[in-house]
């Protein structure tokens, strides 16, 4: 399958930066597998960094599905990790509610301008990641800095995620919001009618339905999943704040989608591929010094991949 | 109050030179029908290019021309695509972005041994030199381009009725030729005179602001400037406040630039009006 | 002038043309007719190089200018900038290309004025003027005009074939391709039908009467549609007038006033059917649920209700042809039984058979009560459907008027002749 081709064609084409370093290839791919899964503490790693990248992948494929170009996952995942840690003192219920809602309202602002200033969301939901950023930052040296005021980062938050063993709940949560997408888009009218939005917003609005509906509708669900990854990754791993939080989750998100064909529930294996990357990645940096940047590197030359074989979104 | 302002002024013009030729270049893009979001791309490795090729020949004319041929490839990647293999700008755009990221990072990181990447301050006839193609020279050629030629007609119709053109593709291209130019110039100024040199992710957003800034000017290239300038009197003007003490605590302050774009986005209600093909394959 | 030998072009499994040998004289006005489908345009696209022949062979002594119904115009320019995107310059004032443009104008002998207004600002008549203009201004040795009055009023029709048999006397050889057959019968020498994409009679206008022409044209007498009964429930009012003179405005706000009649877009590729949805996903748009397994058996019995040629309810609704997309519209929107209809242009581009089929469903509808808004630039089909008729010209609608008034009064008034 194409997206096979994509991927594995990605992690050579990956390899072969190790030849701009002066390090083999094969030297590269082994350390990244050892990485990712090559041990069950990097196997439990690349869960946990799946679930943020699943969340924020259900998020770009749910709202490009209806046709809205929503690019701030980053901003929605920082707002929602910031609500969720405010919430934390009510309890790990309320937090979760809080991240959701907030990273919906984040999103929602850009939806507001396209709708009443013809703003184009591409543009604002970027705008407002790099707002989100440093909207962080402030927090985090200032009024939500740790009692210590040492570094730039939050106390522990008030409450977390139970866990078993290494793994949190929020791979629970991640599983069970990939199915509620799935059912969502493919199992009721509502969601027959985002997919037709999405597809063709002239058509839809001559069969009666309401495309700004739709779009706002999207929106706010596409930012309140991304909210739930920050909430999650704040709750289940890090348990405080600090700058970089969002470490790229937010982008990521782009590959595991298109990965993914948008479907809800490939979005599964695609965060899975893209967790054992970044794992693995973490690994190429500390053992072997290559950035790891190489990841981001990594996604971009999947999705150009996939752009040249025409499969990043699936014919329903 | 005045007085503030004038003193800001100067700086804001310099500072914003590189966003300015940044917006000049995704103008004549968006002119010819496409959305280039990669533009952010293509500063950054601008940036990047124009330092190592400073560093390496000691000359500040190969390090323009090293930010240019930089700016050319992220400019050709995105052409292939978007023209050659007509794939959604939107989303080929985004993926430039990330490659340029990720590459840039990767090569930072790599080459951080040396003092490759801090580069000795830009002799100011040089500066002024930048300053004075971008606010004033690039924009009259590029009006006349764009005008008063057989060429800018054509391409001005590649971005409105595409269909009504045998060779659409050449047009799409020389723009994307034209953009490289400018914003690799945009990115050299960027890490050679503003800044000391290249650091991780620098163009911190400037692309999309410039994009945001095409679209406040209703891409014209009057707009354009007057745009870019209300945008570095705003952020130099806040600067200038910090230093005496009053204005936004200083991450808040960081913020200021995106929200005062979002503010130039709200400013556009309604009438504006595109190029008729912009972004369609 | 030009040869055309033994063509043939395929789309698919569709022969657009088949075998067709057809060659122009100098100076001689040609006139091509044939129903919709019948490959006059595929025809004439392959003559004037813009299609490629599947088989046979072209000879051409010279330019060909082809003249089509849809405008390439860029609508943001002027009439100026327009005529400068083909001729050779490099640098001129926008003054100099003004002038070009005028000078360009009077040689081709059409009258069109106002070079500095923008194209979106002219009329349909105005627009097609400037097409032609440029079309003449390349000096061709054949012209091909292709339905070139379906969006003129009767003085620019006149004008237009004054320009016509100036051509021709000049030695320019002129294809014009046209349903309209009283026109036909005026203007051409030779006359040249076409039926399925085969050549099946060849004529001059020398004592023949638009019944013969309508006779050659189609495969069997297709006897008219009954005229409506008295005992209908509700009425049909037609909205006729010349394309382009504010009927997709019209229907719009017609659309947004009333959100939940059955509504017939105009464009049907472009606003009807969802590509990339499959037929049962389309016909399933206004329903309140959604389960794949029961849509796809509801959509199976519409699709055997409405004859609708597809290979199942799951085939993706962008494959279907024309005809069988209307269905599927036509399916969604009746299904419920609306009170109101909205159906624009709905059998344009359809066949004989595709548009009986339409006209009948609409006229069941009526019957059963539902008051449809037909907005149509077919007279015929108007006048066979309507119980009433209005007429649209620059976005202003008459008053109502029977079909006898109308008969007597529509040519008028869709001209903007009170």
């Known amino acids: 399958m194409r997206q096979l081709a994509a991927a594995l064609a990605a992690i050579v084409l990956l390899s072969l930066c190790a030849l701009a370093v002066g390090r083999s290839p094969i030297e590269l791919l082994r350390i990244l597998a050892n990485g990712s899964i090559g041990s069950r503490f990097a196997i439990e790693g690349t869960l946990l960094k799946s679930v943020p990248l699943l969340l924020t992948g259900l998020s770009v494929a749910l709202a490009f599905r209806a046709g809205v170009w929503n690019i701030g996952g980053e901003g929605q995942f920082i707002t929602g990790a910031i609500a969720a840690l405010a919430a934390a003192r009510f309890g790990v219920v309320p937090a979760i509610l809080a991240s959701m809602l907030a990273g919906a309202l984040w999103a929602s602002i850009a939806t507001a301008m396209r709708l009443w200033r013809n703003a184009p969301e591409v543009l604002t939901t970027i705008l407002l990641n790099f707002t989100a950023i440093h909207l962080l930052g402030w927090c985090v040296n200032g009024p939500l800095q740790e009692r210590g005021a040492q570094y730039p980062q939050t106390d522990l938050a008030g409450a977390a995620l139970p866990v078993a063993g290494e793994l949190h709940a929020g791979v629970l949560l991640a599983l069970a919001a990939s199915v509620a997408a799935w059912f969502l888009l493919y199992r009721t009218a509502e969601g027959l009618r985002l997919r037709a939005t999405g597809l063709n917003a002239r058509a839809a609005t001559w069969a009666g339905i309401n495309v700004n509906a739709q779009l706002v509708r999207a929106m706010a669900i596409s930012g309140g999943l991304a909210g739930l990854a920050g909430g999650i990754e704040l709750l289940g791993t890090t348990h405080r704040l600090f700058e970089r939080f969002a470490a790229g989750y937010g982008y990521s998100g782009i590959a595991v989608a298109l990965l993914a064909q948008l479907h809800p529930l490939a979005t599964i294996a695609s965060a899975m591929f893209f967790g054992a990357l970044s794992t693995g990645a973490g690994e190429l940096q500390r053992t072997a010094g290559i950035s790891s940047n190489i990841a981001v590197f990594g996604q971009a030359v999947v999705i150009l991949l996939l752009i040249l074989f025409g499969s990043w979104r699936s014919r329903d | ?281 | 002038m030009l040869s055309l030998q033994r063509i043939t072009k395929r789309f698919g499994d569709n022969v657009a043309v088949d075998d067709v040998t057809l060659e122009l004289r100098r100076g001689e006005i040609l006139a091509l007719v044939g129903e919709n489908g019948a490959g006059k345009t595929t025809l004439m696209r392959i003559a004037a190089g813009e299609l490629d022949a599947g088989g046979g062979t072209i000879t051409r002594d010279g330019e060909i200018g082809i003249v089509h119904q849809h405008f390439l115009l860029v609508s943001d320019f002027t009439i100026a900038e327009n005529l400068a995107l083909q001729r050779a310059w490099s640098f001129a004032s926008p003054r100099t290309l003004e002038r070009e443009a005028e000078a360009c104008i009077r040689t081709t002998g059409i009258r069109l004025e106002g070079v500095s207004r923008r194209v979106e600002s002219l009329s349909v008549g105005e627009k097609s003027k400037l097409e032609l203009i440029k079309a003449i201004a390349k000096n061709p040795r054949v012209l091909i005009l292709d339905e070139p009055t379906s969006v003129l009023t009767p003085n620019e029709s006149a004008e237009l074939f004054a320009v016509m048999r100036t051509l021709a006397s000049e030695g320019t050889a002129v294809v014009f391709i046209s349903h309209k057959l009283p026109e036909v019968l005026e203007i051409a020498d030779r006359i040249v039908v076409m039926r399925r994409g085969r050549i099946v009679a060849e004529t001059t206008a020398h004592g023949m009467t638009p019944a013969d022409l309508a006779n050659a044209m189609v495969e069997k007498g297709v006897a008219p549609p009954p005229r409506r009964g008295e005992s209908r429930g509700g009425e049909i009012l037609a909205i006729v007038g010349v394309a382009g003179n504010g009927q997709t405005e019209l229907a719009e706000r017609y659309r947004n006033e009333h959100p939940d009649a059955g509504l017939i877009p105009e464009d049907r590729t472009r606003d009807g059917i969802v590509e990339g949805m499959s037929i049962a996903e389309n016909l399933a748009l206004k329903s309140k649920h959604w389960h794949p397994r029961e849509a796809a058996t509801a959509a199976q019995a519409q699709i055997a209700r409405y004859s609708i040629r597809a290979t199942g309810p799951s085939q993706d609704a962008g494959s279907l042809s024309g005809g069988n997309q209307q269905k599927v519209i036509l399916a969604r929107e009746l299904e419920r039984k609306p009170k109101k209809i909205l159906a624009a242009e709905p059998t344009r581009g359809l066949d004989i058979e595709a548009t009986s089929f339409v006209h009948a469903q609409l006229r069941a509808a009526a019957d059963d009560g539902a008051s449809i808004v037909l907005i149509t630039s077919d007279l015929d089909e108007a006048f066979a459907l309507a119980d009433a008729i209005q007429v649209i010209y620059r976005g202003k609608l008459s008053a109502r008027l029977t079909p006898a008034e109308a008969q007597e009064r529509v040519g008028a008034l869709m001209a903007g002749i009170a």
């Open chain 2, 1 to 281: 109050m005045i007085n503030v302002i004038l003193h800001a002024l100067p700086i804001a013009i310099v500072a914003s030179t590189p966003l300015l030729l940044a917006v000049e270049g995704e103008l004549v893009v968006q002119r010819a029908g496409m959305i280039n979001l990669g533009i952010e791309g293509m500063l950054l490795v601008a940036a990047m290019t124009g330092v190592i090729g400073q560093q390496l020949t000691h000359s500040v004319a190969a390090g323009f021309a090293a930010a240019v041929l930089g700016a050319l490839v992220v400019a050709a990647l995105f052409g292939i695509f978007a023209i050659r293999y007509r794939a959604d700008q939107i989303v080929t755009g985004t993926a430039v972005n990330l490659l340029a990221l990720g590459a840039t990072g990767f090569v930072y990181q790599a080459l951080r041994g040396g003092e490759l990447f801090f580069v000795p301050p830009m002799t100011e006839w040089v500066q002024r030199l930048v300053v004075l193609l971008g606010w004033i020279v690039f924009p009259i050629a590029l009006a006349l381009l764009l005008w008063m030629t057989r060429f800018g007609l054509r391409l001005r119709a590649s971005g409105e009725n595409p269909e009504v053109l045998e060779r659409v593709a050449f047009y799409r291209w020389s723009a994307l030729a034209i953009e490289a130019l400018l914003a690799g110039m945009g990115g050299a100024f960027l890490s050679l005179a503003l800044s000391s040199g290249f650091a991780e992710n620098m163009t911190a957003g400037r692309g999309f602001i410039a994009l945001s800034i095409v679209i406040f000017g209703r891409w014209k290239l009057r707009g354009a400037i007057v745009g870019t300038a209300l945008f570095g009197i705003a952020a130099a003007l806040q600067y200038t406040l910090q230093a005496m003490n009053i204005g936004l605590p200083f991450h808040l302050l960081l913020a200021l630039p995106y929200v005062l774009t979002l503010l130039i986005l709200c400013g556009i209600a309604g009438r504006v009006r595109a190029p008729e093909s912009l972004g369609r394959n």
